[in-house]
């Protein structure tokens, strides 16, 4: 995960570590840094043309304490995706692989079981 981290945040190891912290001043300067390169690549970006040509089946994870803008999204890719299975998971904000990777790992098994 610090590799993906690194790679989309172009985030040192001391930034990652802000970055995981949670909330607080730390982070503001690490957001302050990303955000705005994560959303212009967001806008520019689209899922749902991506998202249709894929054939296989497809697990889209939502965390229910997430920002509209992530649920949205995920409604987004469900609708283009052919074969979409969403997940929601209860209070989960939109870092679940970090807060609750227990249940991150459940819904993935769970999906690659059915």
Do not use: C, K, N
Not at 66 to 93: C, M
């Amino acid at each position: 995960m610090e590799g993906i981290r690194r790679t989309v945040a172009g985030a040192d190891g001391v930034r990652i570590g802000l970055l995981t912290a949670g909330s607080g001043p730390a982070v503001l300067p690490v957001a302050a840094a990303t955000l705005p390169r994560e959303a212009r690549a967001l806008a520019a970006a689209d899922l749902a043309a991506e998202a249709r040509g894929a054939r296989q089946p497809s697990l889209l994870l939502l965390g229910a304490a997430s920002p509209p803008w992530a649920g949205e999204i995920t409604r987004q890719l469900a609708d283009a995706l052919p074969a979409a299975t969403v997940t929601e998971l209860r209070g989960v904000g939109h870092l679940g692989l970090d807060t609750a990777p227990d249940l991150v790992t459940a819904a993935v098994i769970g999906f690659l079981r059915d």
